[in-house]
């Protein structure tokens, strides 16, 4: 029987709004397809090799849970850009989305240095945040996704970056240029909680199929 290798990322400190219900998701939808999964938990002083995992779920976080998991994460950072630059299949929400990109200021005005791997980037806005239903259409699949978000962050996703989908309704990454997420290879990242692949089914089985088709 094949199995389905996951990596929780930071998952005991980066786990806000349920975010651990699309670990749930892609447990269920993987036994469904006829896999065993494994998973295993990645956090402060483990070591994260690229070729030990078929799949990874880095959730979001509260700011405090955030700035340490950006400090600890550096040491990982060639293993888990290897991943993604070799079409590993990675979801990161929220916390996680913005971690992956160049950096994040934090609602006090701290920089928390990010993975560096994306060249999007996070600014925080003052005394706000954007917080309600959202809902995005992804044009390349032509699929509609429902979710609800919650961030002080504002990301931009600069030039080169294809986002997620294209915000209908809500703030999506920035409140300004209708973009929602991001999407590079076979990573995901994305604002929505809810837990987004619950509310999504569609996007919780492409992964299932991206991951199935690296084993
Ligand atoms: N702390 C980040 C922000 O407020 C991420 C929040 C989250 O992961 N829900 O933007």
């Given at each position: 029987m094949k199995v389905l290798r996951i990596c929780h990322l930071y998952g005991n400190l980066m786990?806000?709004?349920?975010?651990?219900g699309n670990l749930l998701m892609l447990q269920y939808y993987g036994q469904q397809a006829g896999l065993t999964v494994q998973t295993t938990l990645v956090s402060i002083g483990d070591e994260f090799n690229?070729?030990?995992?078929d799949l990874v779920f880095f959730g979001g976080g509260q700011d405090y849970e955030q700035k340490i998991v950006s400090q600890d994460i550096q040491r990982l950072q060639p293993e888990i850009k290897k991943f993604i630059e070799n079409d590993g299949v990675f979801l990161a929400i929220c916390g996680g989305f913005q971690l992956l990109g160049q950096y994040y200021i934090n609602a006090a005005g701290d920089r928390l240095q990010g993975?560096?791997?994306?060249?999007h980037y996070t600014e925080r806005q003052i005394n706000s945040r954007f917080i309600g239903d959202i809902e995005i259409f992804d044009e390349e699949n032509q699929q509609t996704y429902l979710g609800f978000e919650n961030h002080n962050g504002v990301t931009f996703l600069g030039d080169c970056l294809k986002p997620l989908g294209k915000v209908i309704s809500g703030h999506g990454n920035?409140?300004?240029?209708?973009t929602e997420g991001v999407h590079y290879k076979n990573t995901f990242g994305s604002?929505?909680?809810?837990p987004l692949l619950v509310r999504n089914e569609w996007l919780a089985h492409h992964l299932i199929s991206l991951a199935t088709q690296q084993i």
């Open positions: 786990n806000t709004y349920g975010d651990n690229a070729e030990d995992f993975l560096g791997i994306l060249p920035n409140n300004q240029d209708k604002y929505f909680h809810g």
